[in-house]
């Protein structure tokens, strides 16, 4: 869960016309709210003062741990990601999330905590050698056991899976696996940056299958450099074929500090060189009729489920109901209490940071109470459905009379339908859902894009 930063003003979001929609550097996709930009350095000290609170009650914590190393940086990536560290330098790397977490694991508001979810993000989770995997996650439990965890998460990139790795990934713990497949024919992988191909998809995923982990999930990604209708359709077919327990479907967008973009800059363009936002929505509407035809219920603008009273996604859950996170490693962003915040964003000055005993903190922001509710009411609308009694029980606000004004303009475009306790998403508003959040922002951060 990391992030990078810079920022760009956008139009107002519903102002392009659907026929224009071609797309342009940026990022798309809302992560949080408010948005990184109003995070700032100067802020750091709210990180500090949560930390010497009284350990809340009846507040799930969750665990982040990023990983920042992979094998090749995906032409469409931009998180924090190193291709270059040697053993020793990943054992190095290593060694400082762990002093990390001892030393903000001793603080006042993190005492008798356990971890109710646990993510492994990257990067590259599955990079790491079994030895790694386990030295690291041994250490973990001990300074905070997770024992009453609900699930622990882990991103795994195909080709780095051995059925070695894959024995050890289910050992330490993990209950969700997620496949960062995002295609499954080769030249589509390749031209896009990816390091697996279709052979190792196969393999890592049977074997994995054959763990008994209690969750699969596999990414896709529609709309990549040089995408077909027809290839997307047999990505479709091929990922219903495995019957995962999930599946999580992202729309191509090309942010600023990515392969594509520079390659764009560089030619003087402004269209990506990726479908156009009509055919990204068409063909994701496309895999969800497709799933739900094989037994699938649509959980969310992005995911379909095969069981959706079993399948839950706890970390996205618990973080979209206000929960706290603790960042870990470099680049990583969370929140605790109401002060959400990011690690240093270069692995230099984060574990420099530690060596001298200090906070690796780089950036924070302390939300108020309407931000709060607003964070939570456009999150949680990403899922397709939210009942307004959750918020009045919550935050003692009618939403309904709150946000009037956007719910009755979306209403009538026919993004969602609004009933007493029930607003429910149209399949068109669930589609493009992340640039209709824009309506619900307070004026202070209705222009602000952060990628």
Known sequence: MSSSSEETVLNHPLQKPAEEEATEAGNYF?????????????????????????????????????????????????????????????????????????????????????????????????????????????????????????????????????????????????????????????????????????????????????????QINIDLIAGMMEETEDNWKRVVEKAISLEPECVTIYQMEVPFNTTIYKQMKEGGKLTAPVANWQTKRRWVDYAFAEFEKAGYGVSSAYTVVKNPD????????????????????????????????????????????????????????????????????????KLGRVRPSYYKNKFGVDVLERFAKPLAYLESEGFINVEEDLLVLSRDGLLQVDRLLHEFFLPQHSHARYT
């Open 30 to 214: 809302v992560a949080n709210y408010p948005p990184f930009s109003f995070w700032k350095p100067e802020y750091k000290t709210k990180v500090e003062d949560v930390l010497d609170r009284p350990p809340p009650r009846d507040v799930p914590l969750g665990v982040y741990f990023h990983i920042p190393f992979c094998r090749k940086r995906c032409h469409f990536c931009y998180f924090r990601v190193y291709t270059d560290k040697n053993a020793a330098e990943i054992r190095a790397y290593i060694n400082a999330g762990i002093r990390e977490y001892e030393i903000v694991a001793q603080r006042a508001y993190l005492q008798g905590r356990k971890p109710r979810f646990v993510y492994f993000g990257g990067g590259t989770p599955s990079y790491l050698s079994v030895d790694q995997l386990q030295d690291l996650t041994d250490r973990m439990k001990a300074i905070m056991p997770w024992d009453e965890a609900e699930e622990v998460a882990f991103e795994c990139e195909p080709g780095t899976l051995s059925e070695k790795k894959l024995e050890k990934i289910r050992e330490i713990g993990v209950t969700r696996l997620s496949l960062g497949v995002e295609n499954f024919d080769d030249h589509i992988l390749e031209i896009n940056g990816r390091a697996h191909r279709g052979k190792e998809i196969e393999r890592a995923y049977r074997f994995a299958k054959s763990l008994d982990f209690p």
């Open 310 to 381: 079993k399948v839950k996604f706890v970390y996205r859950d618990a973080l979209w109901e206000g929960s706290d996170l603790l960042p870990l490693g470099v680049a990583s962003f969370g929140i605790l209490g109401d002060v959400h915040y990011q690690n240093q964003a270069d692995v230099g000055p984060y574990m420099e940071a530690l060596d001298r005993g200090e906070s690796p903190v780089f950036r924070a922001y302390e939300t108020s109470a309407e931000e709060r509710l607003v964070r939570e009411f456009i999150l949680r609308l």
